[in-house]
Structure formats: C-alpha cells, structure tokens
C-alpha cells in the first residue's frame, strides 16, 4: 500500500487543522493507520491510530487526547486526523502509516508499521 499525507500548514494556537491519508490499493480496510509526528531534534512518536478490518478500534497519546480525533473512510481509502486546540508543542512534520495488524495495543511504536507515507508539516505559531 502506498500512503500520502497531506493537509498540513500554519496555524494560530488554539486554531485548528485536518490532515489527511490517502491510500492506495483495494484492501484498505484491511489496514490499521497511525499517525505519527516529528519535530526538530527529537524521536518520531505516536499521535493516534485507527484499526483496520472492519474494528475502527481507537487509541490516542495522552498529549492530543481530547483535542484529536482519528477518522477513517474506507470508501475513499482516506484517513483523517482532525486536530483541533492546537498547541505550540504539536508543531512536528506528521506522518501516516499502514500494518496489517489489527492489535491496536501494539500500534503505538514506528516499528509496528510496514508503510509508511511522506510527511506533512504543522506549524503552530502565534
């Protein structure tokens, strides 16, 4: 599966933005997507995942809870992040990626994935 990540952008703090992956390949849904971001200097980490196979089993980091939300159209082969109360600390470039494992508990390492999509850059800045 080939993934692209886009939607990224500047932002205000407190505003809001919506990325999206698109996948290629007929057996999407198949696949369970996490979104991960990188800043400057620092390890890439988990931001959110959405379970594959019919399940749409959700976990979070504690850092977006509440104020992210994972959503996935299997119709569009799309998966969408909508990022809402953004903060300075939320500026990473955000990647999307793909395994076939519907084990959502275990999703949360950049490890866990075999694919993986290019970045898309969030700013957040006042």
């Known amino acids: 599966v080939q993934l692209q990540a886009s939607g990224g952008g500047l932002v205000h703090p407190g505003g809001s933005l919506r990325l999206t992956c698109k996948a290629s390949?007929?057996?999407?849904?198949?696949?369970?997507i996490g979104w991960f971001r990188q800043a400057p200097g620092k390890e890439r980490e988990f931001v959110a995942v959405?379970?594959?196979?019919?399940?749409?089993?959700?976990k979070y980091a504690e850092a977006v809870k509440g104020r992210f939300a994972i959503s996935r159209d299997n119709a569009k082969n799309t998966v969408s992040l909508q990022m809402n109360s953004l903060q300075l600390e939320d500026t990473a470039v955000y990647y999307c990626?793909?395994?076939?494992?519907?084990?959502?508990?275990?999703?949360?390492?950049?490890?866990?994935?075999?694919?993986w999509g290019q970045g898309t850059q969030v700013t957040v800045s006042s």
């Open positions: 390949g007929r057996t999407f849904r198949d696949y369970t």
């Open positions: 959405i379970a594959g196979a019919g399940r749409s089993t959700q």
């Open positions: 990626a793909a395994d076939r494992s519907i084990i959502v508990s275990s999703m949360a390492t950049p490890n866990a994935y075999d694919y």
